[in-house]
């Protein structure tokens, strides 16, 4: 962060697409706002009788005693010596001003964005105390820069920033970005929640070593999501001696002294890891012999992402050692062929989620296996998969479960693999970004599949001015993106 807000405490963050969260520069300046007072509905009253009228006095007697004493006449309802007077009392209490009122403000607040939110925090305090609630932050990751953890004194010294507005909006995940094992201690120290109420760390591109990784992970006793990316300083060694049982989800990448080692340390070591996503270029087929029969049971994510000495061998040790895997990426691991999608077709029978972009050496028949196999299929990505035809296509149009198909760059598909998608009704979402086969006239022929909410036709020579009208016409609910 670059300078501390209201009150010392740092600048609220600000949501990129991405769902992590940058803190805002210097403040934005809030346009004039005005919020009109609406005219309040007249409230209905009882229709109610007029008071009894008593005759004068020189011609009744005194009235009845049950009228002295303040009695009800029961079929009116009302005192019988006349309407009851209202104690008198102070003044009424006045009402805050709408723009401060925080019933209010506590609907008004959620239509904003996040990067909205930061600005109006900044407007006054009340809108402040109230955009300030866990509530309105909550899923959100605050992405904090080494450089933002400081502040520099008059006297040239650093101070670590204040985190007080941090654990006010009761944030449970951070992303640390080029810290070492000193920013991490301090990090610590200063935020309150850090102990208990941090759930999941994300270090990148930071100069983290094994002795660093085994405090933040002792210290942090919350933490249950752990990812590291770009993290070169530590080894196969601080996993041994860190990693907790706690974790559920890990996440390693671009970390370059991750190898076969490090997969036996998290498959011994983490028995309730439910999600593991690995990106490794050393990582060989043995390392996938490791999981155990607990990581079989807890396991429903693996995600191996160009590991590139991975062959069909490895793919035989997970579907017999993780059966109940329901999502599974093998993107990137350019030497599984079809004989490998076929094996994950044949046992892994719960998957709903299948990555196999960047495989070049998938055909049209790793299709058929997945078509007659993988009946709970939901999401297909097959990006780069250059071997695919509109054959493939025609395996894929018999299943009725699938709603993601993504066919980015998938050069030899042509108008003719497109007429096969049109009977896939349950389609919500279709990628054919890149396809440079494919022509105004066979793209149009989409609109029929009037259920599609998503439509990607990035960089595809055939989606001309006109198509794009074409589809904002036939197909109103639909995003097509050009």
Same mark, same amino acid.
């Given at each position: &962060?670059?300078?501390?807000?209201?009150?010392?405490?740092?600048?609220?963050?600000?949501?990129?697409?991405?769902?992590?969260?940058?803190?805002?520069?210097?403040?934005?300046?809030?346009?004039?706002?005005?919020?009109?007072?609406?005219?309040?509905?007249?409230?209905?009253?009882?229709?109610?009788?007029?008071?009894?009228?008593?005759?004068?006095?020189?011609?009744?007697?005194?009235?009845?005693?049950?009228?002295?004493?303040?009695?009800?006449?029961?079929?009116?309802?009302?005192?019988?010596?006349?309407?009851?007077?209202?104690?008198?009392?102070?003044?009424?209490?006045?009402?805050?001003?709408?723009?401060?009122?925080?019933?209010?403000?506590? +609907?008004?607040? *959620?239509?904003?964005?996040?990067?909205?939110?930061?600005?109006?925090?900044?407007?006054?305090?009340? *809108?402040?105390?109230?955009?300030?609630?866990?509530?309105? *932050?909550?899923?959100?990751?605050?992405?904090?820069?080494?450089?933002?953890?400081?502040?520099?004194?008059?006297?040239?010294?650093?101070?670590?920033?204040?985190?007080?507005?941090?654990?006010?909006?009761?944030?449970?995940?951070?992303?640390?970005?080029?810290?070492?094992?000193?920013?991490?201690?301090?990090?610590?120290?200063?935020?309150?929640?850090?102990?208990?109420?941090?759930?999941?760390?994300?270090?990148?591109? #930071?100069?983290?070593?094994?002795?660093?990784?085994?405090?933040?992970?002792?210290? &942090?006793?919350?933490?249950?999501?752990?990812?590291?990316?770009?993290?070169?300083?530590?080894?196969?060694?601080?996993?041994?001696?860190?990693?907790?049982?706690?974790?559920?989800?890990?996440?390693?990448?671009?970390?370059?002294?991750?190898?076969?080692?490090?997969?036996?340390?998290?498959?011994?070591?983490?028995?309730?890891?439910?999600?593991?996503?690995?990106?490794?270029?050393?990582?060989?087929?043995?390392?996938?012999?490791?999981?155990?029969?607990?990581?079989?049971?807890?396991?429903?994510?693996?995600?191996?992402?160009?590991?590139?000495?991975?062959?069909?061998?490895?793919?035989?040790?997970?579907?017999?050692?993780?059966?109940?895997?329901?999502?599974?990426?093998?993107?990137?691991?350019?030497?599984?062929?079809?004989?490998?999608?076929?094996?994950?077709?044949?046992?892994?029978?719960?998957?709903? #989620?299948?990555?196999?972009?960047?495989?070049?050496?998938?055909?049209? &028949?790793?299709?058929?296996?997945?078509?007659?196999?993988?009946?709970?299929?939901?999401?297909?990505?097959?990006?780069?998969?250059?071997?695919?035809?509109?054959?493939?296509?025609?395996?894929?149009?018999? &299943?009725?479960?699938?709603?993601?198909?993504?066919?980015?760059?998938?050069?030899?598909?042509?108008?003719?693999?497109?007429?096969?998608?049109?009977?896939?009704?349950?389609?919500?979402?279709?990628?054919?970004? +890149?396809?440079?086969?494919?022509?105004?006239?066979?793209? #149009?022929?989409?609109?029929?599949?009037?259920?599609?909410?998503?439509?990607?036709?990035?960089?595809?020579?055939?989606?001309?001015?006109?198509?794009?009208?074409?589809?904002?016409?036939?197909?109103?609910?639909?995003?097509?993106?050009?």
């Amino acid at each position: &962060m670059s300078s501390p807000g209201v009150n010392g405490d740092p600048k609220p963050p600000c949501l990129p697409r991405n769902g992590l969260v940058k803190l805002p520069g210097q403040p934005n300046g809030l346009g004039a706002a005005s919020i009109t007072k609406g005219t309040p509905a007249a409230k209905n009253r009882p229709c109610q009788p007029p008071p009894p009228t008593l005759p004068p006095p020189s011609l009744a007697g005194p009235p009845p005693r049950a009228a002295l004493a303040g009695g009800l006449c029961p079929q009116a309802g009302l005192p019988l010596g006349g309407p009851a007077l209202a104690p008198v009392s102070g003044p009424p209490a006045e009402r805050p001003p709408l723009a401060t009122d925080e019933k209010i403000l506590n +609907g008004l607040f *959620w239509y904003f964005s996040a990067c909205e939110k930061c600005v109006l925090a900044q407007v006054c305090k009340a *809108w402040r105390r109230v955009l300030y609630q866990p509530k309105f *932050w909550a899923g959100l990751t605050p992405v904090l820069h080494a450089k933002e953890l400081y502040t520099v004194l008059p006297g040239g010294e650093k101070e670590f920033v204040n985190l007080q507005g941090f654990a006010a909006r009761g944030f449970e995940g951070f992303c640390l970005v080029g810290v070492s094992d000193l920013d991490i201690c301090e990090f610590i120290d200063n935020y309150a929640l850090s102990k208990k109420g941090v759930k999941a760390m994300s270090l990148k591109r #930071s100069t983290i070593t094994d002795a660093g990784l085994e405090v933040m992970l002792e210290q &942090m006793q919350g933490v249950v999501r752990l990812e590291l990316s770009g993290c070169n300083d530590f080894t196969e060694a601080g996993l041994w001696s860190s990693l907790s049982a706690r974790i559920t989800s890990l996440s390693v990448s671009d970390c370059i002294n991750v190898a076969d080692d490090a997969i036996a340390a998290i498959s011994q070591l983490l028995p309730n890891l439910a999600e593991l996503s690995l990106q490794a270029y050393h990582v060989t087929d043995t390392a996938l012999a490791y999981f155990t029969a607990r990581q079989g049971h807890s396991t429903h994510t693996l995600r191996l992402l160009s590991c590139w000495e991975i062959t069909n061998h490895g793919v035989v040790n997970v579907v017999h050692s993780l059966p109940n895997l329901t999502a599974l990426s093998l993107s990137g691991c350019s030497k599984v062929t079809d004989d490998g999608v076929e094996l994950v077709a044949e046992n892994l029978r719960k998957l709903r #989620s299948l990555d196999l972009s960047w495989c070049p050496r998938i055909t049209d &028949m790793a299709l058929e296996y997945v078509a007659c196999d993988l009946h709970r299929l939901e999401e297909l990505v097959l990006d780069r998969c250059v071997r695919i035809t509109d054959t493939g296509l025609s395996y894929l149009s018999t &299943m009725s479960s699938l709603r993601s198909l993504y066919l980015r760059w998938c050069c030899q598909v042509q108008d003719f693999g497109l007429k096969h998608l049109l009977a896939m009704r349950s389609l919500r979402l279709l990628s054919l970004a +890149g396809c440079p086969l494919l022509t105004a006239t066979g793209l #149009s022929g989409l609109v029929q599949l009037q259920d599609l909410e998503e439509l990607e036709l990035t960089n595809c020579p055939g989606a001309t001015p006109e198509l794009f009208k074409y589809f904002s016409q036939h197909l109103p609910r639909c995003l097509v993106v050009e």
